[in-house]
């Protein structure tokens, strides 16, 4: 089984790793008992399980090669109640150029309290910690400003803008993990 990551803090979030099986589990079974145990967490939101999310994805990539789990998904837990309120992942381990692109979900009652931005810090001081990742990517829907104004508020670059199968049209932003770390990695 692969290894389960270490629980990532902020001021008001931990970002829970979840396993190969827990992911398996979230998205054929509709389950999140492997996900959570041994975790004083709880999914009243059910997160990933009533909307999977990326799990459609992942599960696939993980099937294939467990090892890559360590780059997937974290429940975004509120550390007051304990209660997961989203969830984010990086869309899979760095390319041949370093790059590494992210995605997250906060479900709708919690949005608009900076927890987007406080979970996506965390998640890329993590992804620059690793050695091979040096660039960052982050691709949002041109009408989705919320989402723009979070990854503006980081400093990215706009890069163009590119046609998803499912998404439709999405911009793409990027800045380099050195850059990143020079102004957030304090």
């Avoid at 099937?63 to 990086?90: A, C, H, M, P, Y």
């Amino acid at each position: 089984m692969s290894k389960i990551e270490e629980a990532l803090s902020t001021s008001r979030l931990e970002l829970h790793h979840i396993s190969a099986q827990g992911i398996v589990d979230l998205f054929e079974n509709k389950s999140d008992r492997a996900a959570i145990a041994g975790r004083d967490i709880r999914n009243p939101h059910q997160v990933l399980i009533n909307n999977s999310g990326p799990l459609a994805w992942r599960v696939p990539q993980v099937k294939e090669d467990e090892s890559i789990n360590k780059w997937f998904v974290r429940w975004i837990v509120l550390k007051e109640s304990r209660e997961i309120v989203g969830s984010t992942s990086f869309h899979g381990a760095p390319d041949t150029d370093g790059m590494i692109e992210i995605g997250l979900g906060i479900e709708e009652p919690f949005q608009g309290n900076g927890y987007a931005k406080e979970a996506l810090a965390a998640m890329w001081k993590w992804a620059c910690s690793q050695s091979e990742v040096r660039t960052l990517r982050y691709t949002v829907s041109p009408d989705n400003l919320p989402s723009i104004a979070v990854i503006r508020y980081f400093g990215f670059d706009f890069m163009g803008q590119q046609l998803d199968e499912i998404d439709g049209p999405e911009d793409i932003y990027e800045i380099s993990s050195a850059n990143f770390m020079a102004r957030w990695g304090s």
